[in-house]
């Protein structure tokens, strides 16, 4: 299977930590996103990569919110000193095309913040 | 400020019967508009989409229905299976270059035996 990868699929911390996300796109997918999704909401648009370069960030990513994707294959989403609001599901897609593509989601991280 | 709004938060439908699934938005610049189904567990799947010159699109079982003056689309599953039981998002984007998706809050959808 070549879909989208996520690690981890849980992950449990207490307030104030760090924690680092991972995701490996389908590999000839050049643009990867980062969406956040709380319980009864759809997903909402965190940041947006095509390649290495980040080219969109939603207000909704907060200082404590980076993401990278050196050499344009996968991506790391780390969010520092985590907060209770922080607790959500968090998907990663790509797609070989603009926003009007279909895009393909991985499973997601839960994360949950105590 | 939601821009894509699933008023119903589920549905039950017997099996064999129309599943019809409404979505509404209120941004005049979206064009392209997606139905994503999402299992537990799972992330989102893509299932339909519509560009904004179209009014409608079929594919097997599911047909969306895009009423551009009314801001509206619906998406019709028939014959409702039980496989059909997900989480269904209906999704929009524009056209200025936004690489954005931007979803509804999503509505269950039961397919009863």
């Known amino acids: 299977d070549t879909g989208v990868s996520q690690d981890p699929r849980h992950k449990i911390t207490k307030r104030g930590q760090n924690v680092t996300f991972r995701c490996d796109p389908i590999?000839?997918?050049?643009?990867l996103y980062w969406y956040r999704q709380t319980l009864g909401q759809g997903p909402e648009f965190l940041t947006y990569?095509?390649?290495?370069?980040?080219?969109?960030k939603s207000r909704l990513l907060s200082d404590r919110f980076s993401a990278e994707r050196p050499k344009g294959s996968f991506s790391t989403l780390e969010i520092q000193r985590t907060e209770q609001g922080d607790s959500a599901m968090y998907l990663c897609?790509?797609?070989?095309?603009?926003?009007?593509?279909?895009?393909?989601f991985g499973s997601g991280t839960q994360l949950s913040v105590l | 400020d939601q821009q894509v709004k699933q008023n119903s938060p589920s549905l039950s439908v017997q099996e064999g019967r129309i599943s019809i699934l409404n979505c509404d938005y209120t941004?005049?610049?979206?064009?392209?508009f997606l139905w994503y189904k999402k299992y537990p567990a799972e992330g989102p799947t893509f299932l339909i989409s519509?560009?904004?010159?179209?009014d409608k699109n079929e594919d097997g079982r599911f047909t969306v229905f895009l009423n551009k003056s009314a801001k509206h689309l619906s998406l019709h599953i028939v014959p409702s299976q039980p496989g059909d039981s997900a989480v269904y998002f209906c999704?929009?984007?524009?056209?200025?270059?936004?690489?954005?998706?931007?979803f509804g809050q999503g509505t269950r959808l039961t397919i009863n035996p």
């Open positions: 897609a790509s797609s070989s095309r603009g926003g009007n593509e279909k895009l393909f």
């Open positions: 590999s000839e997918h050049n643009r």
């Open positions: 990569f095509q390649n290495e370069a980040q080219l969109e």
């Open positions: 941004n005049s610049m979206f064009d392209y």
């Open positions: 519509i560009s904004s010159i179209k």
């Open positions: 999704a929009a984007s524009g056209r200025e270059g936004a690489q954005k998706l931007v």
